[in-house]
């Protein structure tokens, strides 16, 4: 019997604990430019194969609408070999006003992620906009961009 009650206890405090787990966030692209045929959606459609590119002005960037203000936790980017070194000294920013102004940076990529896999860059504070801007790559590109954290209620 008091075997019995503690383990519905166990249960009904597992019911409600909130979930807080980071969530892969879904939104609008957006960039300040695109290489013909390498537009912005190609950063966010889970295909490694397909990449944006910026077309040769810098500043560079690249980034995603969330409609609304959300609880950021890390920000991923995929690059294969020739793309990875792009990604160096471009700084990961977030704006509530919109996609170009208002930004803070929250993270700068300072050495080279490793290519073939998923990178992931801290990030904190509550953001509509969230962007990776480039300063010193014309044609910064990458495969894929995505934006986690966890809904704010
Ligand atoms: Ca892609």
Do not use: C
Not at 86 to 102: C, E, P, T
Not at 133 to 146: D, R
Request: negative net charge.
């Amino acid at each position: 019997m008091v075997r019995k009650i503690f383990h519905s206890h166990n249960v009904i405090d597992g019911s409600f604990v909130p979930s807080n787990s980071p969530v892969k966030f879904s939104g609008s692209s957006f960039s300040s430019s695109a290489y013909p045929g390498q537009e912005s959606p190609n950063a966010f459609d889970n295909n490694t194969s397909t990449y944006w590119a910026a077309n040769g002005v810098t500043p560079a960037f690249i980034g995603l609408d969330l409609a609304v203000s959300k609880s950021l936790s890390s920000v991923k980017f995929y690059a294969t070999p020739n793309l990875v070194s792009r990604l160096v000294d471009a700084i990961i920013q977030g704006s509530n006003i919109s996609g170009v102004a208002g930004f803070v940076d929250l993270f700068t990529i300072t050495s080279q992620p490793t290519p073939d896999v998923y990178n992931d860059y801290p990030v904190t504070g509550n953001y509509r906009y969230v962007r990776v801007l480039s300063n010193n790559q014309p044609y910064f590109a990458f495969n894929e961009m995505e934006v986690w954290g966890t809904p704010i209620i």
